[in-house]
Nanobody
Framework: DVQLQASGGGLVQAGGSRRLSCAASGFTFDDYAVGWFRQAPGKEREGILCINNVDGSTLYADSVKGRFTISSDNAKNTVYLQMNNLKLEDTAVYYC??????????????????WGQGTLVTVSS
């Protein structure tokens, strides 16, 4: 069975850092792209970044450029989201998702095949 397990959420102060993990199983990790999405209270879910394990390419939404970094450890089948300089508006449930990386990829959630459960990040002042 395909599984994506997001973890690492919690409470963090504004200006602080947090690292989320997305552990994958049940599919050929090296052939897939993994994206991170988030849904803030009262807002629609948005794609924020993704990494394609096929070629290592990455895409970032403007809202997180310069603060968030995505990386992949193919040996561990895990993708990481490093979040720095967190802001109050980064408070959200964060989700990871996967899609076959041998086609076009992006941060449009409609293209993603597999989803993990969310992990809540709360940024406090």
């Amino acid at each position: 069975d395909v599984q994506l397990q997001a973890s690492g959420g919690g409470l963090v102060q504004a200006g602080g850092s947090r690292r989320l993990s997305c552990a994958a199983s049940g599919f050929t990790f090296d052939d897939y792209a993994v994206g991170w999405f988030r849904q803030a209270p009262g807002k629609e879910r948005e794609g924020i970044l993704c990494i394609n394990n096929v070629d290592g390419s990455t895409l970032y939404a403007d809202s997180v450029k310069g603060r968030f970094t995505i990386s992949s450890d193919n040996a561990k089948n895990t993708v990481y989201l490093q979040m720095n300089n967190l802001k109050l508006e980064d408070t959200a449930v964060y989700y990871c998702a996967a899609v076959d990386g041998r086609g076009w990829i992006g941060i449009d959630e409609d293209i993603y095949e597999y989803w993990g459960q969310g992990t809540l990040v709360t940024v406090s002042s």
